[in-house]
């Protein structure tokens, strides 16, 4: 089964997660380094957006099940095999919790449904089997389309939405600019996960968009995600789902002195004792 372009009805039928009746929301990854039981609060948090300080309406930790897209580079190029290709996606299998669920996306110059949702691994690993090498990859395409076709019908019920891209960040030909798609990734809080792969250019400085290496950090640091390399998949697997079970937080607050149809950098601070992540931007909200 293939995904072609963006699915209209999709965009049509759900409004943007950036703003909704609480305010604008930020998926907040956070936790405890201090080895203190304290619960996280409100009050340990401070938002900036363009260097003015917001204040956060709500704090409150996140128990719902999460959807997550891997997605996973299938072109010709690419530099590892197959098999390794599978074993990584398997290890996700092996640690996701009750109710939590998959969909595994394969790409090359089309993105091609391999599993759709589920948390069965015999059903996932026969799926697998149809994992290939084949033409050039178009990533952000691939990109627009776990979100447009996959993510954005599930929502604004699901909010734990995150995407891990197996592979290393290298576009050849999508129609998708780079910094649409990230905006997207940000305008609806799915975080996004690497497991990366080498540079198959050795960091070939691109005319049109960012370098392969760049395209992965960007997208992780944007969203509010991580990058760990494709020969640690079991760790990264293991710490993705717990860090999505255990440590994500909903946080609300009404933007002040700020436009919400303008880009606006965000920044957010925790007290000592308290590690956290989030996206960095907040981008314009266009109808």
């Given at each position: 089964?293939?995904?072609?372009?963006?699915?209209?009805?999709?965009?049509?039928r759900?409004?943007?997660?950036?703003?909704?009746?609480?305010?604008?929301?930020?998926?907040?990854?956070?936790w405890?380094?201090?080895?203190?039981?304290?619960?996280?609060?409100?009050?340990?948090?401070?938002?900036?957006?363009?260097?003015?300080?917001?204040?956060i309406?709500g704090?409150?930790?996140?128990?719902?099940?999460?959807?997550?897209?891997?997605?996973?580079?299938?072109?010709?190029?690419?530099?590892t095999?197959i098999?390794?290709?599978?074993?990584?996606?398997m290890?996700?299998?092996?640690?996701?919790?009750?109710?939590?669920?998959?969909?595994?996306?394969?790409?090359?110059?089309?993105?091609?449904?391999?599993?759709?949702?589920?948390?069965?691994?015999k059903?996932?690993?026969?799926?697998?089997?149809?994992?290939?090498?084949?033409?050039?990859?178009?990533?952000?395409?691939?990109?627009?389309?776990?979100?447009?076709?996959?993510?954005?019908?599930?929502?604004?019920?699901t909010?734990?939405?995150?995407?891990?891209?197996?592979?290393?960040?290298?576009?050849?030909?999508?129609?998708?600019?780079?910094?649409?798609?990230l905006?997207?990734?940000?305008?609806?809080?799915i975080?996004?996960?690497?497991?990366?792969?080498?540079d198959?250019?050795?960091g070939a400085?691109?005319?049109?968009?960012?370098?392969?290496?760049?395209v992965i950090?960007?997208?992780?640091?944007?969203?509010?995600?991580?990058i760990f390399?494709?020969?640690e998949?079991?760790?990264?697997?293991?710490?993705?789902?717990?860090?999505?079970?255990?440590?994500?937080?909903?946080?609300?607050?009404?933007?002040?002195?700020m436009?919400?149809?303008?880009?606006?950098?965000v920044?957010?601070?925790?007290?000592?004792?308290?590690?956290?992540?989030t996206?960095?931007?907040q981008p314009?909200?266009?109808?």
């Amino acid at each position: 089964m293939l995904l072609f372009g963006v699915c209209a009805f999709a965009q049509s039928r759900h409004s943007s997660r950036t703003t909704d009746l609480e305010g604008s929301i930020l998926s907040v990854t956070a936790w405890r380094t201090d080895n203190k039981t304290e619960p996280l609060k409100i009050e340990n948090f401070y938002l900036y957006e363009n260097g003015i300080e917001q204040k956060i309406k709500g704090f409150s930790y996140d128990p719902s099940p999460s959807k997550i897209v891997l997605l996973v580079d299938n072109s010709q190029t690419l530099p590892t095999d197959i098999e390794k290709l599978k074993k990584a996606a398997m290890e996700f299998v092996y640690e996701i919790f009750d109710g939590d669920q998959l969909f595994v996306l394969a790409f090359d110059e089309k993105a091609e449904i391999v599993q759709e949702w589920t948390d069965d691994a015999k059903k996932l690993e026969v799926s697998l089997a149809t994992f290939r090498k084949k033409g050039n990859p178009f990533l952000f395409d691939a990109l627009s389309s776990t979100v447009s076709e996959i993510l954005l019908p599930l929502m604004p019920g699901t909010r734990k939405t995150a995407v891990v891209v197996i592979g290393d960040g290298l576009d050849r030909g999508s129609k998708t600019p780079f910094d649409k798609i990230l905006n997207e990734l940000q305008n609806q809080n799915i975080t996004v996960y690497s497991l990366q792969i080498p540079d198959r250019t050795g960091g070939a400085y691109r005319r049109d968009q960012p370098k392969a290496g760049t395209v992965i950090t960007q997208l992780t640091e944007g969203t509010g995600g991580k990058i760990f390399q494709l020969d640690e998949a079991q760790t990264a697997a293991k710490f993705i789902c717990d860090e999505l079970r255990r440590n994500r937080y909903l946080l609300s607050y009404l933007p002040i002195n700020m436009s919400t149809y303008d880009a606006r950098r965000v920044f957010l601070v925790a007290d000592e004792g308290i590690g956290i992540r989030t996206k960095n931007a907040q981008p314009p909200n266009v109808k």
